[in-house]
């Protein structure tokens, strides 16, 4: 799948989505299915008090593994059976997609990114001195190297990318002026002035 025909948003929503289905899933095996889990072989009427005794111990010791192995394995009831098989399956696909797209993200940002960077070398910059056209593309790099390697969902990242993005509509029409210069570099430095006092 080539993302790089697709427009931005579009990506950094699928992405989102796919995370979002992803926790909803994990948040389902984690809490919900051990817990459903263990009343329902408690009120168990098939099996014995044995039986009952270590599939609970095997829920506790392994809590979402067991869960999942009662609901197949050991559980009468249809309703918890086909949500353990359910679960694991879209566990299994999710975890492949998200697997997949993560890189293709990865590499679509950099690209995006790496444009706007060579665009302050071809686009027109009427008014702006030699050094502030320097300083904008030094940031600009500055904010691509704290991308990589950055976790997608984090707040950091969100409002890197949303610089970069900023930019790009900025010189949409090739060019950058003297108010649009000092818009995004008033922006850059609140960033920078925000991380720095939730770091202190």
């Keep these: 799948m080539d993302l790089s025909v697709l427009p931005s948003w579009l ?5 989102i989505f796919v995370g979002i289905l992803f926790i909803v899933v994990l948040i389902l095996y984690s809490v919900v299915l051990p817990i459903w889990g263990i009343v329902e072989c408690v009120n168990s009427k ?9 599939w609970i111990l095997v829920i506790i010791i392994f809590w979402t ?3 999942v192995l009662y609901g197949i394995f050991g559980s009468s009831q249809g309703g918890l059976k086909k949500v353990s098989i359910v ?7 999710l975890s492949g997609a998200f697997a997949a797209l993560l ?3 990865r590499s679509f940002i950099n690209t995006q990114m790496t444009i706007a960077i060579n665009q302050i070398d071809v686009i ?12 904008i593309k030094q940031h600009l790099y500055s904010l691509k190297e704290e991308t990589e390697g950055a976790w997608f969902f984090n707040p950091q990242f969100r409002a890197t990318f949303q610089l970069i993005k900023l930019f790009g509509l900025m010189t949409k ?4 002026l003297p108010e649009e210069y000092r818009d995004w570099m008033t922006k850059f430095e609140a960033r920078n002035l925000t991380e ?3 770091s202190e």
């Design 87 to 93: 679960g694991l399956i879209l566990t299994i696909l």
């Design 124 to 135: 027109e910059t009427p008014g702006l001195k030699a050094e502030e056209k320097n300083a």
């Design 196 to 198: 720095g006092q939730k």
């Design 65 to 67: 593994v067991g869960a």
């Design 46 to 54: 098939t099996l014995g008090s044995r039986a009952k005794t270590i």
């Design 103 to 105: 890189p293709k993200l």
């Design 11 to 15: 990506v950094i929503a699928l992405a």
């Design 173 to 176: 029409d090739n060019k950058l």
